[in-house]
């Protein structure tokens, strides 16, 4: 089963792009942090932030560009995959990205009082 959940927060404006007709993709980069401690010795372990490369096709792609903005608290979920491709050098990379199934917007949206 290849399976993956993240709740985290948005790190730049989501890319969006259309291809054949009015067909999305959108593409995120999501920051999750798992939060530092402190050991029974006294060390501290500090805070670890990993970040994320997700992609957003169809409809939610359209939703992504409408509702998602830099520093949102998003919950995703879908399945890991890897794909290769040339760099502008010639150079053969791999990339990892979580193609998303679900979304569920974390961040409350503004009242109209906190608008003004």
Do not use: C
């Amino acid at each position: 089963m290849n399976k993956v959940i993240l709740i985290g927060n948005v790190g730049a404006e989501p890319e969006v792009r259309y291809f054949d007709q009015d067909q999305a993709v959108a593409n995120v980069r999501l920051a999750t942090t798992e939060r530092g401690y402190t050991l029974a010795n006294g060390t501290k372990v500090p805070d670890r932030t990993d970040w994320h490369n997700l992609v957003f096709y169809r409809r939610l792609a359209k939703i992504v560009e409408q509702y998602v903005h830099t520093g949102d608290k998003i919950y995703v979920d879908g399945k890991i995959q890897y794909r290769q491709y040339d760099d502008k050098k010639g150079v053969q990379r791999t990339t990892t990205e979580v193609i998303v199934d679900n979304l569920e917007l974390l961040t409350p949206k503004p009242t109209q009082q906190q608008q003004s």
